[in-house]
């Protein structure tokens, strides 16, 4: 950490430069960012911060957790969306699911811009899916090697109809 000057006067507005040797952003375009001064200068308390990142690791493409069904009795359609935190465009191939009779789609296409988000949407037809737990996985293939291919959980319950 280093700055220009050591003191400043009373609500004097002080630029001051750190270096960040690890940073786990977590899925998130926003995150909060604490500095602790170790050998503050004599009546200094805080300091307002800002960050800006220059580079984002190109691995980082964020999923969901899971697909959450929820109670399901017919037709039922839920979405979760992929993030892409990288600094390219990322493309989406071939995506499938586990569960017999349901559906997966990328209705945006299979093109993610990056620092945006895509939509996966799941549906599940009419005739239902039979009774009881539901667990499955719907897996995306992209365009990432790091990423190849990703795996989002299917949580949920089917009633009878």
Same mark, same amino acid.
């Given at each position: ?107 945006? $296409? ?17 005739? $239902? ?6 667990? $499955? ?25």
């Amino acid at each position: 950490m280093r700055s220009e000057k050591r003191v400043f006067a009373k609500g004097e507005a002080a630029d001051v430069e750190v270096a960040i040797h690890s940073l786990t952003l977590e899925g998130k375009k926003s995150f909060p960012f604490y500095v602790e001064l170790l050998a503050p200068e004599e009546r200094v308390l805080r300091g307002n911060v800002s960050i800006e990142v220059e580079r984002v690791p190109a691995k980082l493409l964020a999923r969901p957790d899971a697909f959450h069904l929820g109670t399901v009795r017919g037709a039922k359609s839920v979405e979760v969306r992929i993030l892409n935190l990288t600094r390219q465009p990322v493309s989406l191939g071939e995506v499938a699911c586990s569960i017999h009779g349901a559906n997966v789609s990328l209705p945006e $296409g299979s093109r993610m811009e990056p620092g945006l988000s895509v939509p996966v949407r799941l549906e599940v037809p009419e005739a $239902g899916l039979p009774a009881g737990p539901v667990r $499955g996985s719907v897996t995306v293939e992209t365009g990432l090697s790091e990423h190849a291919r990703l795996s989002i959980p299917v949580d949920g319950t089917a009633l009878r109809r």
